[in-house]
Nanobody, 121 residues
Framework: QVQLVESGGGLVQAGGSLRLSCAAS????????MGWFRQAPGKEREFVAA????????NYADSAKGRFTISRDYAKNTVYLQMNSLKPEDTAVYYC??????????????WGQGTQVTVSS
């Protein structure tokens, strides 16, 4: 079992930055690929970014490429999502997930509770 707790969300103006954190506990953090998804009101949950177990490979949604960076800190059992040049359309609840580097939510086994990101225009 893996427990995931997100933090770092908040309200930011368009063009600003936020760094989301996902603290993992339970089974060995380093053995899991980790990902971030988001869900806006009235929309389906969508893939944002993922990183493999070693940190050597990443995967990004087209909407995140060039603006978002996923990384992981093994000493802190934490995965991060650095978000720059934020846009109002990035407004959503952001979820951390463990188990895959793929874009399909069904490939992930564990999920956090989410953290709200609101970007004002």
């Amino acid at each position: 079992q893996v427990q995931l707790v997100e933090s770092g969300g908040g309200l930011v103006q368009a063009g600003g930055s936020l760094r989301l954190s996902c603290a993992a506990s339970g089974r060995t953090f380093s053995s899991y690929a980790m990902g971030w998804f988001r869900q806006a009101p009235g929309k389906e949950r969508e893939f944002v970014a993922a990183i493999n177990w070693s940190g050597s490979n990443t995967n990004y949604a087209d909407s995140a490429k060039g603006r978002f960076t996923i990384s992981r800190d093994y000493a802190k059992n934490t995965v991060y999502l650095q978000m720059n040049s934020l846009k109002p359309e990035d407004t959503a609840v952001y979820y951390c997930a463990a188990g895959s580097i793929n874009k399909r939510a069904n490939d992930y086994h564990y999920w956090g509770q989410g953290t709200q990101v609101t970007v004002s225009s």
